[in-house]
């Protein structure tokens, strides 16, 4: 099954993936100023809660683990599609998506924690700079996994074509970025508190 | 499909999961065990290596890029320039250069001295409000006190008790509550915002100077009220409006809120203006914790 014969363009890139690339690199320079809005405020807060009260390592250090596996589940997941195992297919969808609800079950106790112990949106510069950041990753996981539902509702109400192949392929691009951008964060957020 | 960015199997996918799971274990470890010691440098230089290997790890293998077209790396390398960019010009932001203009050039001595109350320049940046100063000491301010408080007790009513074990532990201290030294300390963290001599900033911060005591006057408790549960809203004082909002103090002890309020309302012109001035007490205190307002109801209370 040859890509050249649905050939979109001479220069052998798909359409959608060229696009999503775009994309990527624009989300790139918007997480990229979250993130600096989040370290330039650092340590500014004039008031509690601070980062080293709220923040649980082991509890984000699991949620850090479920999202990069089911960055695997989605690599597996267009490898299947590819040689035509849809069962297989299905399955490591399904488990991407099980596994990306699980992250955002993770950051829902998270926020309703720090919320509880006083940290809010308006309570003081790292309440509004955290919420943001972690809040707008959290909806880029959220949109994924609609977006991979949707991709396996199509897998049972019609059989896949080369070109579902290439949506898969950009989903799993925009899944793959979320992750990384979680494992800056991880970093730069969470574990640099408590050097 | 004939491309050649998966012509391995499934192995080296694999072989990625379980590499990328081993390093956030070895990162978990350096920061909850801290393997290589409490504090020492190596450990955060270690943890940035690791993520810009997970990352590469994701990008090259996952994302397939190792092996796809060049000119997919080329935007998402610019992205990533660009967001590094966006990263270094906002670490600028608060620096001496971009105030500088604004700051009434401060001397040394007036630096320290306890009457300069222009060295706290009211900065609006990027729609934040922000008090700085020179040479970054002014705003970089630090947590001012351990206090070991939970910080949960204005949300739920079951709270005063937080605070009692303090009290009956000092009861002895009660009766000779010294608040001066606290009261003066405690006021660092006041004093960025109201000014070290309580004059506030127009527009921005209510002054605490004479304003405190008038207040004091008509309600003894409004400025309890006030500092535990915050305030929101728009408020006058002396025909200036003030629309902001005050963070809520309540994870401050008892004895801290207290002796702040006694230090303010004996410090500047308050004294001249006080009527029948009666230091608050930390049990004054912990029975305004037992009303559990909000910064708005504190707002609809104020005299």
Same mark, same amino acid.
């Given at each position: 099954?040859?890509?050249?014969?649905?050939?979109?363009?001479?220069?052998?890139?798909?359409?959608?993936?060229?696009?999503?690339?775009?994309?990527?690199?624009?989300?790139?320079?918007?997480?990229?100023?979250?993130?600096?809005?989040?370290?330039?405020?650092?340590?500014?807060?004039?008031?509690?809660?601070?980062?080293?009260?709220?923040?649980?390592?082991?509890?984000?250090?699991? @949620?850090?683990?479920?999202?990069?596996?089911?960055?695997?589940?989605?690599?597996?997941?267009?490898?299947? *599609?590819?040689?035509?195992?849809?069962?297989?297919?299905?399955?490591?969808?399904?488990?991407?998506?099980?596994?990306?609800?699980?992250?955002?079950?993770?950051?829902?106790?998270?926020? @309703?924690?720090?919320?509880?112990?006083?940290?809010?949106?308006?309570?003081?510069?790292?309440?509004?700079?955290?919420?943001?950041?972690?809040?707008?990753?959290?909806?880029?996981?959220?949109?994924?996994?609609?977006?991979?539902?949707?991709?396996?509702?199509?897998?049972?109400?019609?059989?896949?074509? @080369?070109?579902?192949?290439?949506? *898969?392929?950009?989903?799993?691009?925009?899944?793959?970025?979320?992750?990384?951008?979680?494992?800056?964060?991880?970093?730069?957020?969470?574990?640099?508190?408590?050097? | 499909?004939?491309?050649?960015?998966?012509?391995?199997?499934?192995?080296?996918?694999?072989?990625?999961?379980?590499?990328?799971?081993?390093?956030?274990?070895?990162?978990?470890?350096?920061?909850?065990?801290?393997?290589?010691?409490?504090?020492?440098?190596?450990?955060?230089?270690?943890?940035?290596?690791?993520?810009?290997?997970?990352?590469?790890?994701?990008?090259?293998?996952?994302?397939?890029?190792?092996?796809?077209?060049?000119?997919?790396?080329?935007?998402?390398?610019?992205?990533?320039?660009?967001?590094?960019?966006?990263?270094?010009?906002?670490?600028?932001?608060?620096?001496?250069? #971009?105030?500088?203009?604004?700051?009434?050039?401060?001397?040394?001595?007036?630096?320290?001295?306890?009457?300069?109350?222009?060295?706290?320049?009211?900065?609006?940046?990027?729609?934040?409000?922000?008090?700085?100063? /020179?040479?970054?000491?002014?705003?970089?301010?630090?947590?001012?006190?351990?206090?070991?408080?939970?910080?949960?007790?204005?949300?739920? #009513?079951?709270?005063?008790?937080?605070?009692?074990?303090?009290?009956?532990?000092?009861?002895?201290?009660?009766?000779?509550?010294?608040?001066?030294?606290?009261?003066?300390?405690?006021?660092?963290?006041?004093?960025?915002?109201?000014?070290?001599?309580?004059?506030?900033?127009?527009?921005?911060?209510?002054?605490?100077?004479?304003?405190?005591?008038?207040?004091?006057? #008509?309600?003894?408790?409004?400025?309890?009220?006030?500092?535990?549960?915050?305030?929101?809203?728009?408020?006058?004082?002396?025909?200036?409006?003030?629309?902001?909002?005050?963070?809520?103090?309540?994870?401050?002890?008892?004895?801290?809120?207290?002796?702040?309020?006694?230090?303010?309302?004996?410090?500047?012109?308050?004294?001249?203006?006080?009527?029948?001035?009666?230091?608050?007490?930390?049990?004054?205190?912990?029975?305004?914790?037992?009303?559990?307002?909000?910064?708005?109801?504190?707002?609809?209370?104020? /005299?």
């Amino acid at each position: 099954m040859s890509m050249t014969s649905h050939g979109y363009r001479s220069s052998n890139i798909k359409d959608p993936k060229l696009l999503m690339w775009i994309f990527l690199a624009s989300d790139c320079m918007f997480f990229g100023s979250l993130i600096g809005t989040y370290l330039v405020y650092r340590g500014r807060s004039l008031v509690g809660p601070y980062p080293q009260d709220l923040f649980d390592i082991p509890l984000t250090t699991i @949620s850090t683990f479920v999202l990069l596996m089911s960055s695997f589940l989605m690599v597996m997941a267009l490898y299947y *599609l590819r040689k035509n195992k849809i069962q297989s297919f299905r399955l490591a969808t399904f488990g991407v998506i099980i596994f990306g609800s699980i992250f955002l079950g993770f950051q829902v106790f998270e926020f @309703s924690h720090f919320a509880h112990e006083g940290l809010t949106l308006q309570q003081n510069l790292f309440g509004s700079s955290f919420y943001v950041l972690t809040g707008t990753h959290g909806i880029h996981v959220a949109i994924g996994v609609l977006w991979l539902i949707s991709l396996l509702i199509t897998s049972y109400i019609r059989p896949m074509t @080369s070109k579902d192949e290439v949506y *898969l392929d950009v989903a799993a691009l925009y899944w793959h970025f979320v992750d990384i951008v979680w494992i800056v964060i991880f970093t730069v957020v969470y574990l640099i508190e408590f050097i | 499909m004939s491309h050649n960015n998966h012509k391995g199997g499934a192995a080296i996918y694999v072989i990625t999961a379980v590499f990328l799971a081993i390093l956030t274990y070895i990162e978990f470890g350096l920061i909850q065990y801290k393997w290589l010691g409490d504090g020492n440098p190596a450990t955060i230089l270690t943890i940035v290596a690791l993520s810009i290997v997970k990352f590469i790890a994701v990008i090259s293998i996952f994302m397939h890029l190792k092996d796809d077209n060049k000119t997919l790396f080329g935007f998402f390398a610019a992205g990533l320039v660009f967001a590094f960019a966006i990263f270094v010009a906002m670490s600028f932001l608060f620096t001496v250069n #971009s105030t500088k203009n604004r700051i009434a050039a401060p001397t040394t001595d007036n630096l320290s001295s306890h009457e300069s109350s222009n060295h706290n320049i009211l900065v609006e940046e990027a729609g934040f409000r922000f008090p700085a100063g /020179p040479k970054n000491q002014a705003y970089v301010i630090e947590r001012p006190f351990e206090s070991t408080k939970d910080y949960s007790f204005s949300l739920d #009513s079951s709270n005063s008790s937080v605070s009692s074990p303090s009290n009956s532990q000092d009861s002895v201290a009660l009766e000779s509550f010294d608040w001066q030294e606290l009261g003066q300390k405690t006021f660092n963290s006041c004093s960025s915002c109201h000014q070290a001599t309580g004059t506030g900033i127009p527009g921005a911060f209510p002054p605490l100077n004479k304003n405190a005591a008038l207040k004091y006057n #008509s309600d003894r408790e409004y400025l309890l009220k006030a500092v535990t549960f915050g305030l929101t809203g728009e408020i006058d004082v002396d025909g200036n409006s003030y629309n902001s909002a005050m963070p809520a103090w309540g994870y401050l002890s008892d004895e801290e809120i207290a002796a702040v309020l006694n230090y303010v309302l004996s410090s500047w012109d308050n004294p001249n203006t006080v009527v029948n001035f009666e230091a608050y007490s930390p049990n004054d205190v912990n029975s305004i914790r037992a009303l559990n307002l909000s910064s708005d109801d504190t707002l609809k209370q104020r /005299p």
